[in-house]
């Protein structure tokens, strides 16, 4: 296992359709985070799983947007009906443990950009 | 509002010289930080974090200093080195139940020959 995986790499779509970006993280790392990161800025939280259950999606920027993670291991993120302000990096993260202090490994982001 | 600031968004410094990232934060709440490199087209990779128990922590070249009463934590790489320039991003995180990390903007950090 290489690492966590995110695809596409790059995403280029019109405004008002709906995109989906997969996350694979490391195998056997349990909890699973999404992060957003526009340019000049540190990447923010969006949503975190823990195996398949979702334990926190207020943070997710809109009812657009959602994420799943079905059979607990990897997961995809959706946001319908895109718009301009959507554009940026999105960022898959995983870590091992039940703890609040894990390190957590990144993948390579998808980046996204509404036309 | 910010709850992580790192007010310097470009620090350059020659090589083999200290370089020194700073980073504060406004919620008390805060439990565990950790300091994370960025390459260009690359997602963030983890460096060296501190429990907030802790006033330092060292993980050869790179330290983590934390004041808790300051609010305030540095990043020390000592002898800097041309594959450190990257961005720095200083992230932190509640103790006592599981959440996302909260980010600083980063600072780019620039090692000169």
């Known amino acids: 296992d290489t690492g966590v995986s995110q695809n596409p790499r790059h995403k280029i779509t019109k405004r008002g359709q709906n995109v989906t970006f997969r996350c694979d993280p490391i195998s056997e790392h349990n909890r699973l985070y999404w992060y957003r990161q526009t340019l000049g800025q540190g990447p923010e939280f969006l949503t975190y799983f823990q195996n398949e259950a979702q334990l926190e999606k207020s943070r997710l920027l809109s009812d657009r947007f959602s994420a799943e993670r079905p059979k607990g291991s990897f997961s995809t993120l959706e946001i319908q009906r895109t718009e301009q302000g959507d554009s940026a990096m999105y960022l898959c993260?995983?870590?091992?443990?039940?703890?609040?202090?894990?390190?957590?490994?990144f993948g390579q982001g998808t980046r996204l950009t509404v036309v | 509002d910010q709850q992580v600031k790192q007010n310097s968004p470009s620090l350059s410094v020659q090589e083999g010289r200290i370089s020194i990232l700073n980073c504060d934060y406004t919620?008390?709440?805060?439990?565990?930080f950790l300091w994370y490199k960025k390459y260009p087209a690359e997602g963030p990779t983890f460096l060296i974090s501190?429990?907030?128990?802790?006033d330092k922590n060292e993980d050869g070249r790179f330290t983590v200093f934390l004041n808790k009463s300051a609010k305030h934590l540095s990043l020390h790489i000592v002898p800097s080195q041309p594959g450190d320039s990257a961005v720095y991003f200083c992230a932190a995180i509640p103790g006592g139940g599981a959440d996302g990390l909260t980010f600083g903007k980063g600072t780019h950090l620039i090692i000169q020959p």
């Open positions: 501190i429990s907030s128990i802790k």
């Open positions: 919620n008390s709440m805060f439990d565990y």
């Open positions: 993260a995983s870590s091992k443990g039940t703890g609040p202090n894990t390190e957590a490994f």
